[in-house]
């Protein structure tokens, strides 16, 4: 570290009071005790630490809590409240905490880089120092070390991959695409000029990463196996093409195996014997969740495959990966051998993960406008014939290396209803008005809206269903209560998947925790109501019935943050209660007694609903919603509803306010991404 600052008693008297004042806003709420003893930490480390950086090394791990990896210090001389998200009423402590703060951006900078607890990039060496400040100094941001560290990472390995060609057979290729793209390909009838899946397929053959983004239903896995089997026939080793599946929730990873292999039946049906897909999807074998494939051990960040013990895998597809965070992203890349090609499949526009970083929303920049160079476009005319539009080409300016291996899937093939045009309208946001119109239109029965709606309401609709949408609750404690047919093992089995799969029709969805309209709310109001109708009987904390959710990893169990599960008679001992999960067509279970970490899951944040869909789902938004209600959540709520939609506000407006706030999360990814290039 460089040399310590000088103190003075009043900056002594100053620095006591900045504390203070730290301490106090935790204790209001208005930031985290995590944030204040953070500043105090840095205080301990650097007697002589201008006030300056203490506060902004609160507002730093302020920021790192809600999702954002570095702090954009030129936004620190703004005493502007809503910066960091309070609200309006926290003004006057804001402005007494930054009275006599340096009214200018150089102010802030000094600050911090005189202590020796920040490293100023291109300045000062490496000594390990907790606090890194980056960029230029009229943008400076400020990170922890380690947030700071992933984004190198991450961004360096992704350029470093996008450079690593696959030498191709351009002719070959192009004859298996031709094969498994045809024009007219199970009887759906494209409406786009160019086969954006045939492109996908393409563009991951020719390099070791590709990312294929798309909203729900644009053929992102279907394009994934068609990947696959492409891969299979050009391989020069096919019998030894290992291939691993992965997703940040063990109900993601096994829709996309679910998906995956679908798709590769059905191409199978349709090639014959000239592949042998059904030995790729065995070899496959089942799809894990990111922390099982990256081997996460108890009691440590460390896992047990990185850069020193890389995956044994040829091929990784990662599905949902919007969710993959920051730290998570940076493990997968560095656990990657060389010779691997990555596969990243997400929707660029759902909510990012509830950690730091919004990793694929970075990544897919420039994924609307293409930007292709005229290399690519020579490329895939040759390998798939499809002509790139010129609004796509990169005709001005340059054309990044990570936009080379972007693709954006542009047409919904199971999503293009009512729901479908509903999500649309909240994303484009060209008419605020629209999504509204479009709920309160709707003749189909698909979508329904209730606005200054009473809890009772939803509740009566998640316990009975509504005209158009008839998945409820009722479902899942009607098989519940039906039980097995008889005392076998096959009967205990059948009856506990069509329990699981009776409850997962439904799902309450909430854009908050707390109150009468968010998650712990609902959950007890739900379980009142089932108990009154005498479908369950909710005593105690473990009862039959009791639909769960993980909050946190256990490998030891196999079981992962999201997971859901319900309690239930185990099928040798019906005294005992154990929690049955359902991966695909596989029941695992756990004592109900193993589980630490869980919560009732009636109702679940739009955040841990990412990755399933339901048959209806509700979405429920709270007045007391604050800055949580944007429209990446309204979006990604819409977008888990398969055949219908209901949305139930507290009061009227709260749709339009959502769809009308866009999240931004502070990053230097795009920036170190443009370095590496
Ligand atoms: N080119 C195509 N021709 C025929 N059917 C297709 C095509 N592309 C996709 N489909 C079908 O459309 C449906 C949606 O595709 P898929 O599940 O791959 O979408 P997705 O983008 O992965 O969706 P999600 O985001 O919900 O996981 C599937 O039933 C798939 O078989």
């Not at 570095?70 to 930054?98: K, N, R, Y």
């Not at 009887?187 to 086969?195: A, I």
């Not at 093409?241 to 990873?253: H, I, Y």
């Not at 008679?569 to 004592?591: C, M, Q």
């Amino acid at each position: 570290m460089s040399s310590t600052t000088v103190c003075t008693p009043e900056a002594q008297d100053k620095r006591t009071q900045v504390l203070g004042t730290l301490r106090a806003m935790s204790d209001a709420g208005l930031l985290r005790h995590l944030d204040s003893a953070f500043a105090a930490f840095i205080a301990t480390l650097d007697p002589g630490a201008d006030p300056a950086l203490l506060v902004a090394t609160a507002m730093l791990s302020r920021m790192e809590g809600h999702g954002h990896s570095c702090l954009p210090m030129a936004g620190l001389p703004a005493t502007d409240p809503t910066l960091f998200g309070w609200p309006t009423e926290a003004q006057a402590s804001v402005a007494a905490l930054w009275h006599d703060l340096p009214p200018k951006l150089e102010g802030w900078l000094g600050a911090a880089t005189a202590s020796p607890t920040a490293q100023r990039i291109g300045r000062d060496p490496d000594r390990g120092q907790p606090l890194v400040i980056d960029g230029p100094d009229t943008a400076p941001r400020l990170y922890l070390r380690r947030y700071w560290q992933f984004e190198r990472t991450v961004g360096r390995a992704i350029i470093a991959r996008c450079r690593k060609t696959n030498p191709a057979d351009e002719a070959r290729t192009r004859a298996w695409l031709d094969r498994f793209f045809a024009r007219n390909d199970g009887g759906q009838t494209r409406k786009s000029p160019v086969d954006w899946q045939k492109i996908a397929c393409a563009i991951a053959l020719r390099s070791r990463l590709t990312i294929i983004t798309g909203g729900p239903g644009t053929g992102k896995t279907y394009t994934a196996a068609r990947l696959l089997a492409v891969l299979l026939a050009t391989a020069a080793e096919p019998q030894r093409l290992r291939v691993a599946l992965a997703a940040p929730t063990g109900k993601a990873a096994a829709r996309l195996k679910q998906s995956i292999d679908g798709s590769l039946q059905s191409l199978q049906a349709s090639i014959g014997n000239e592949l042998d897909l059904a030995t790729l999807t065995q070899r496959i074998g089942a799809a894990r969740t990111l922390h099982s494939l990256l081997g996460a051990r108890p009691d440590t960040r460390r896992f047990r495959h990185h850069a020193g013990n890389p995956l044994d895998a040829d091929i990784v597809i990662v599905d949902e990966a919007s969710m993959v965070h920051l730290e998570m992203m940076a493990a997968l890349l560095e656990a990657l051998p060389e010779r691997a090609c990555l596969i990243l499949l997400g929707d660029k526009d759902q909510l990012a993960s509830v950690e730091a970083g919004a990793v694929l929303g970075d990544l897919c920049r420039d994924a609307q406008a293409g930007r292709y160079s005229a290399e690519t476009a020579r490329y895939l005319m040759t390998t798939t014939g499809e002509a790139l539009p010129d609004a796509y080409l990169a005709r001005t300016g340059p054309s990044p290396e990570l936009a080379q291996q972007t693709v954006m899937l542009r047409e919904s093939l199971r999503f293009d209803g009512p729901i479908g045009a509903l999500a649309l309208a909240v994303n484009d946001a060209k008419d605020p008005a629209l999504p509204g119109t479009l709920l309160r239109d709707d003749a189909t029965g698909s979508l329904f809206v209730s606005e200054g709606a009473a809890q009772a309401d939803v509740i009566e609709s998640a316990v009975g269903g509504r005209p158009g949408a008839s998945a409820s609750y009722l479902d899942y404690t009607r098989a519940l209560n039906e039980g097995p047919t008889d005392g076998s093992v096959d009967a205990h089995d059948a009856w506990t998947k069509n329990v699981l799969q009776a409850f997962d029709r439904f799902r309450l969805l909430c854009a908050v925790r707390e109150g009468d309209w968010g998650v712990s709310g609902l959950n007890r109001a739900i379980e009142r109501k089932l108990e009154s109708a005498r479908q369950l009987k909710p005593q105690g904390t473990w009862y039959k019935g009791r639909p769960v959710m993980v909050t946190r990893n256990d490998p030891t169990l196999g079981i992962f943050n999201g997971d859901i599960g319900i309690a239930l008679p185990a099928a040798e001992s019906p005294a005992l209660l154990r929690v049955y999960f359902l991966d695909g067509e596989r029941l695992r279970s756990v004592a109900v007694s193993r589980l630490a970490h869980v919560e009732t899951a009636f109702a679940m944040t739009v955040h841990k609903s990412q990755g399933s869909e339901f048959e209806h789902t509700m979405l429920v938004l709270s007045a007391q919603s604050g800055n949580v209600l944007t429209r990446e959540l309204i979006y990604t709520g819409i977008t888990r509803a398969r055949k219908a939609f209901s949305l139930f506000a507290e009061r009227p407006g709260l749709l339009e306010v959502g769809a009308g706030s866009v999240t931004r999360r502070e990053s230097g990814l795009l920036q170190v991404l443009e370095e590496a290039e």
